[in-house]
């Protein structure tokens, strides 16, 4: 057998036999990019403070991975289609893992912001080449049980990004969590030539580049002015960003509507089994992303745990993804995706309902449910829809189905993080200003305080520590009158540290709650919708797609 696979499954008349470690390679390619995004919720602290970051650099470290990642991955997943998918794998992870170099070695906001871009980048091709070459490679039969291990990784990677992160956190800097990046794409790009037949479209008309083109400008546009309007405000940069988002979209329709083979078939839309398991995606990453980035900030800043605390008592999601994945993997072929989707939908309403309980008093104890709940959900409704949304797509568009599903769920997040997390933000803000109505808190310091929760914390500790100061001047004072009244100041700032402490906590806990509702809300109507769209039958994917006759999946 040679070291390095050079020849398609489809030339061997029978099943590629190491196709299940093949899994295993795009498993771990799609693990390292997730987690790229969750780990750095854990390390954003301490990158914070080591480079003098302000709230907008924070978001762009942030997001400046989120906008070339959403909008390259359709292009980029029709060139794989057309000249390597395997090839675009490898790139992805050579580009990928530059980045983090990069980022390892940034000391500025700028550098930071960079190297996330470039990683994005290495996102963009490598998302959908995992998905098109677990389609290429595993028969249809199969398919769907492989794609339900691929959401289930997922899903593992939302939850074990802070756990690793926390873990480097204990003795390493925030450079760490770029590091380790490195020797897993540098693995996974080995393993690629070693386990992963090579694939590509047989037949494949000329890219479609002006679509392609639309598609990154309005994709693109609509990303940043997501992340731009909620966050920075509606100026001109954000409605530039709407307009020019808007009017790339009809410019993409009209375009693929009368091109002859375009980029992207958005008849497809009028699939309902394709329209509603797009839906279903981009509404439950609204929501899984949206929680999941209050729910660290509340265990990490309001029930005080570091990083690494912070990422176990988040593995309960991790552990419920598995099993609902392997209730969906058993159950759709009996009930059909229409029911496994709506339950998962309905559970995910559950989980954020139950979120509205939360309050200042709230123990980790009361977030084990909502988060063992939400992780049931993921595993529910994903692998089914994007099995069926991949269903939709004949062999020689596979990148292409591949980057609708991840662009769907990239939307769907960026969505849930701007929607979700600006309401947070203003919720808090309303609560502590309400919490701290007649003291003695100068405007600058209540300013200070309602821009975050960290920020309010950090308040509340600048009090502490004057009081402190003030004790130990009273404490060597030599005049009994000056040492009392000095001792008498460090105790009322000390009763004002915690009142402040206590109002800050309390308040981002009402936030919490009421975000949730705003989240439960718009996912239970949605689920509603995509029980409709959704068709009966027992069918776990759409009707396949006819190729035509010359077409089919030829050598990298």
Known sequence: MRLVINEPVERTGRPYARRWWALLVLCLSLLIIVMANTALTVAAPDMTRDLGLTSADLQWVIDGYTVPYAALMLLLGAIGDKYSRRGALVLGLVVFGGGSVFGYLAGSAATVIAARAIMGVGAALIMPATLSLLAATFPRSERAKAIT?????????????????????????????????????????????????????????????????????????????????????????????????????????????????????????????????????????????????????????????????????????????????????????????????????????????????????????????????????????????????????????????????????????????????????????????????GSKLTASALSTAQDSVGAGYAVAQGIGEKARQLAAQAAQAVDPQQAAQLKAQAGQLAEGARQMKDAVGSSFADAVAHTSLVGAVILGVGTLAVALLLPRGKAAVAEPVEEEANERVAVA
């Open 149 to 437: 291990l691929w959401t289930a990784t997922a899903g593992l990677a939302i939850a074990g990004g802070p756990v690793v992160a926390g873990a480097l956190l204990k003795n390493h800097g925030w450079a760490s969590t770029f590091l380790i990046n490195v020797p897993i794409a540098a693995v996974a790009l080995v393993a690629a030539f070693v386990l992963v037949p090579p694939s590509r479209a047989g037949h494949h008309d000329r890219i479609d580049y002006v679509g392609g083109l639309l598609s990154v400008v309005w994709v693109g546009a609509l990303v940043y002015m997501i992340i731009e309007g909620p966050h920075f405000g509606w100026d001109a940069k954000a409605v530039t960003a709407a307009v020019v988002a808007g009017a790339g979209l009809v410019a993409f329709v009209l375009w693929e509507l009368r091109h002859p083979r375009p980029i992207l078939d958005v008849r497809r839309f009028t699939n309902r089994r394709f329209a509603g398991s797009n839906l279903a995606v981009a509404l439950f990453f609204l929501a899984v992303f949206g929680a999941f980035y209050y729910l660290t900030q509340h265990l990490q800043f309001v029930l005080g745990y570091d990083a690494l605390a912070t990422g176990v008592r988040m593995l309960p999601l991790a552990g419920a993804v598995f099993v609902g994945s392997a209730l969906t993997g058993y159950l759709t072929p009996r009930v059909g995706m229409k029911w496994t989707v709506s339950a998962g939908m309905v559970a995910g309403t559950v989980a954020l309902a139950l979120l509205t309980q939360v309050d200042g008093s709230s123990s980790y104890g009361d977030f084990v449910a909502p988060l063992v709940i939400l992780g049931l959900a993921i595993g529910l409704a994903l692998s089914p829809c994007t099995d069926a949304i991949m269903g939709t797509f004949p062999e020689s568009e596979l990148g292409v189905g591949g980057a609708v599903n991840d662009t769907s769920l990239e939307l769907g997040g960026s969505l849930g993080i701007a929607i979700l997390g600006s309401l947070l933000a203003t919720s808090y803000s309303d609560h502590l200003s309400d919490a701290t109505a």
